[in-house]
């Protein structure tokens, strides 16, 4: 197989994740700009992936790392104000918060973008060890950023059903 035909079945194979992190950290306004930009850093990148992880665990870390310095680079240039203004309009009310995926949605608007991500690789299906090298913390902290993340979810979604 190619590298041309290689590259596209992997953007196919992961598009959902990389779409995923541009609308977390890019919003309406830059989504856009930011998968544009992910994938193009996949690609200027593929060619080096040296096969130590897995392809999925190399994407998140690409499209993760191109996010953080996408958003660094947006704020350098003093669009913070428009970021907070875009960020506090998308925020879901609990009212409207009913199928399953709203209340995810709902959830992960209030976590950091770290554990954010570190959820999502997690729902994804990655070990904790993947979820490590991505972010380049210790397997350690990212079980007890699980740990943390499922008691925060239930004491603000779960409830006490008392």
């Not at 399953?100 to 954010?116: G, R, T, V, W, Y």
């Not at 991505?134 to 990212?142: E, H, T, W």
Request: glycine share 6%.
């Amino acid at each position: 197989m190619n590298t041309q035909h290689a590259f596209k079945q992997m953007l196919a194979d992961n598009d959902g994740r990389i779409r995923y992190i541009a609308d977390r950290y890019g919003g309406a306004s830059d989504r856009d700009d930011m998968y544009q930009e992910i994938l193009l850093q996949l690609w200027r990148s593929y060619e080096s992936f040296s096969g130590q992880s897995s392809i999925g665990t190399w994407v998140y870390k690409v499209a993760l790392n191109t996010a953080n310095t996408f958003v660094k680079t947006r704020i350098k240039h003093n669009d913070i104000k428009q970021s907070v203004s875009r960020h506090s309009k998308q925020q879901p009310h609990a009212e409207q918060a009913g199928c399953q995926a709203d209340i995810l949605n709902q959830f992960m608007d209030k976590l950091s973008d770290i554990d954010a991500g570190v959820l999502m690789m997690y729902l994804d299906g990655l070990k904790s060890e993947d979820i490590a090298q991505v972010l380049g913390i210790s397997d350690n902290a990212v079980r007890s950023r699980i740990k943390r993340i499922k008691r925060e979810f239930e004491q603000n979604f779960v409830g006490d059903e008392s």
